[in-house]
């Protein structure tokens, strides 16, 4: 249904969203929060968490596609590399 390229462009935008984000709701909450009303702080609050969670969700979906992309190992070279450690 989706191919591997949608994975790796969407963790991409992830982590972009990700920093926007966290950059908009450090603004709000921290740096002119006098400036903003107690419902944008509050809701630069909620950007600080939802940040760092789109953050990780974008990485460990990198961390999946990069795995699909790996050419699988063979069974061979699995034992021969465990008699070598030993």
């Known amino acids: 249904m989706f191919s591997l390229a949608f994975f790796q462009q969407l963790s991409r935008r992830l982590f972009l969203l990700a920093a926007l984000l966290s950059l908009s709701g450090f603004y709000l909450a921290y740096l002119h929060a006098d400036a903003h009303t ?4 509050v809701a630069g609050h909620l950007l600080l ?10 990485y460990v979906l990198q961390l999946a596609t990069e ?13 021969a ?6």
Not at 38 to 41: R, Y
Not at 81 to 86: K, P
């Open 38 to 41: 107690l419902g944008a702080q």
């Open 49 to 58: 968490l939802l940040g760092p969670s789109l953050l990780k969700f974008g």
């Open 67 to 79: 795995e699909a992309t790996k050419p699988p190992r063979s069974e061979a070279a699995g034992s």
């Open 81 to 86: 590399r465990a008699i070598r450690t030993h």
